[in-house]
Structures are given as C-alpha cells and as structure tokens.
C-alpha cells in the first residue's frame, strides 16, 4: 500500500472544488472508492460536479444543517459550530473505517478560515488518517498550519471573473 498524501486546495479563484471532484473521478477510474464530505453547502441545488459523481459511484454527504451568514443572515453561528463538530466526527468516524481510498473535505477550509471549525478538528481529522489515505481539503482561507502538515498544497488565484461584471452563476459552468 502507497502512503496516502495530504491536499490543500485554497484560495480566491474559482476551481478548488471542481479540482477535487476531478481528483475523485480519476480515483474511481483505477478502481479507488472515494468518499466527499461537502461542508457549509446545505442551502444549494446539486452542482453538475456531485450529479456527475454520484453517476460513477462516488459518495457525497451535503450536510443539510450548514448554510453560512452569507447565504441566511438568520443563521446562529453557535449552531451551525456544533453542526460543523458533528460533522467532523462523522468525518472521522468514516476516515478511521478504512473503506476509502480518498476522503474530501469540501469547503472545510472556509469552515477553519471563517472559525466555524477549529485547527483542533483539522488535526484530529489528519491524525484519524489510515497510512494510504489520501486526504483533499477545499475552500478559501486555508490556515497556516494547515498548509504547513499538507504534502500538496495548491492556491487558485482569481486574475479576472465574469461575476465582476454582473454575470451569474452558470448552471453546468460554475456549479
């Protein structure tokens, strides 16, 4: 068995999700199962990318009780924090399982960088990590001392996107 590798996908531009799901396909394409832990990403319609991916056999958990201030101002940061810890335990609790081959952790970088989660739970996650686990985290604002543990750690850059002109989200484009 190879050792698995930690991934840290951040940053402003657009992709780090669209990367990891390609990860994912890639992964299931030599045989890997491959499980996706969407965080903070309740409110919305499935994305081309899980549709696509839950057609090849990978398995994705939206957990339901996340949305941000964002997208519902009426939301209580202390409950969506205990969302977030039971979902790092159920995180957890599947990693240390052993039937998976690559674990992704949607949008849990935005969890540490907006301090819905802690360093704390990034930590116990990695250290639940069986030896050939590959391990992907997502989202803007990637801590420190996360990149710091990860082996590969890549930063999407926004030069220029059509949002700034007024363009909406595209459905099969940009979800």
Known sequence: MSK??????????????????????????????????????????????????RKTGIKVIRFEDQTT??????????????????????????????????????????????????MKDAKAIIDAKPEGLELVFTGRGAPERLIELADYVTEMKMIKHPFEKGVKARKGIEF
């Open 4 to 53: 698995g590798l930690i991934h840290v996908y951040t940053g402003e531009g657009k992709g780090k999700t669209t990367a990891a799901f390609g990860l994912a396909k890639r992964a299931t394409g030599h045989a890997k199962k491959v499980l996706i832990l969407q965080f903070l990403k309740s409110k919305m319609q499935d994305s081309g990318e899980i549709i696509s991916a």
């Open 69 to 118: 201030p964002l997208f519902d101002p009426n939301v209580k940061i202390d409950d969506l924090k205990k969302a977030i810890k039971d979902a790092v335990a159920l995180a957890i609790k599947e990693i240390k399982g052993g039937s998976y081959d690559v674990v992704i952790l949607d949008e849990f970088n935005t969890a540490l960088g907006c301090e819905y989660a802690e």
